[in-house]
């Protein structure tokens, strides 16, 4: 899947929550691309990074969904790369379990 095909999809899942569809427009300014087991999203700048970076929460509910990628890899020029898991391992008990 395209990183804009895959950018469409993640729109349409929030299609009836216009506050988080909202919250999702920097978003429209990456560019996405999916490697073999992460989505790659190129920010402009820092700035952007750090907007895209408050969005995690909301990405991760859709591309877990999907299931195409395990891990999203932030990108802007200058700014060290950051990578979180798709699907958080939740704890039960003191035990690490992922939520399936």
Do not use: K
């Amino acid at each position: 899947m395209a990183g804009e095909r895959l950018l469409r999809a993640v729109l349409s899942f929030y299609r009836e929550e216009a506050d988080d569809l909202a919250r999702l427009e920097p978003l429209l300014s990456c560019r996405l691309s999916r490697g073999w087991s992460a989505l790659r999203v190129d920010c402009t700048d820092r700035l952007h990074l750090e907007q895209i970076n408050e969005l995690i929460p909301l990405l991760r509910a859709p591309l877990d969904a999907l299931q195409l990628v395990r891990q999203i890899r932030l990108m802007a020029p200058g700014v060290s790369d950051r990578v979180y898991p798709v699907r958080v391992p939740q704890l039960h008990d003191g035990q690490a379990s992922t939520a399936e």
